[in-house]
């Protein structure tokens, strides 16, 4: 969220300049549908910076845009190396400092092993860098999750039934569908 990148030059992760009219006419859209018409869950913060700005430490996408605009309960998780776009991007010198910027934007989880989430955010704790209390609203959306989707109750999976599922002829057929489209 929002969007993976314009990929100018042919990067992947190149960094978007995008207006706000250009951002809410054509950006946005498919996220309103998912999440005000389809109640998606979660969003993966994008990795391509946005006007200079990484989405991992932008309060505005994060908060304001999607959790005020759009009214998105979910979670926002981050992975592959997302926390480190706030260094690249020369928002913070270190993970650490990446990991404060992150929490304060609204990333509530971070699913890869890096140090802005890990003992980076321990110390800034301790330090009083970073509230306790931001730390709690990021485990309150993920538990509020765990809750919605039954994991306390019934946390283990029917192997077999998810084999079966996933690889039904309907969503083989639904997969080359969308190949074809896309």
Same mark, same amino acid.
């Given at each position: ?47 391509? #910076?946005?006007? !200079? &700005? ?10 304001? +845009?999607?959790?005020? *605009? $759009? ?44 140090? #802005?989430?890990? !003992? &980076? ?10 509230? +306790?209390?931001?730390? *709690? $609203? ?45």
């Amino acid at each position: 969220y929002p969007g993976q990148s314009q990929p100018v030059s042919g990067f992947e992760r190149g960094a978007m300049e995008i207006s706000e009219r250009k951002l809410r006419n054509t950006i946005l859209p498919p996220f309103v549908a998912g999440i005000k018409k389809h109640g998606a869950l979660g969003v993966m913060a994008t990795y391509p #910076a946005i006007d !200079g &700005g990484a989405v991992h430490s932008s309060e505005k996408i994060l908060t304001e +845009i999607l959790r005020g *605009d $759009l009214e998105f309960q979910g979670i926002v998780l981050c992975e592959g190396g997302g926390l480190g776009t706030i260094i690249t991007e020369r928002h913070a010198a270190n993970q650490k400092e990446a990991g404060i910027l992150a929490l304060k934007a609204g990333v509530d989880v971070g699913i890869s092993i890096e140090n #802005a989430y890990m !003992g &980076g955010l321990i110390e800034n704790v301790r330090e009083g860098k970073i509230p +306790i209390s931001q730390v *709690d $609203l990021a485990v309150e959306r993920i538990l509020r999750l765990k809750f919605q989707l039954g994991l306390f109750e019934n946390p283990y999976i029917d192997v077999e039934k998810a084999v079966k599922i996933v690889n039904s002829e309907a969503h083989k057929h639904l997969a080359l569908q969308t190949s074809r489209e896309g």
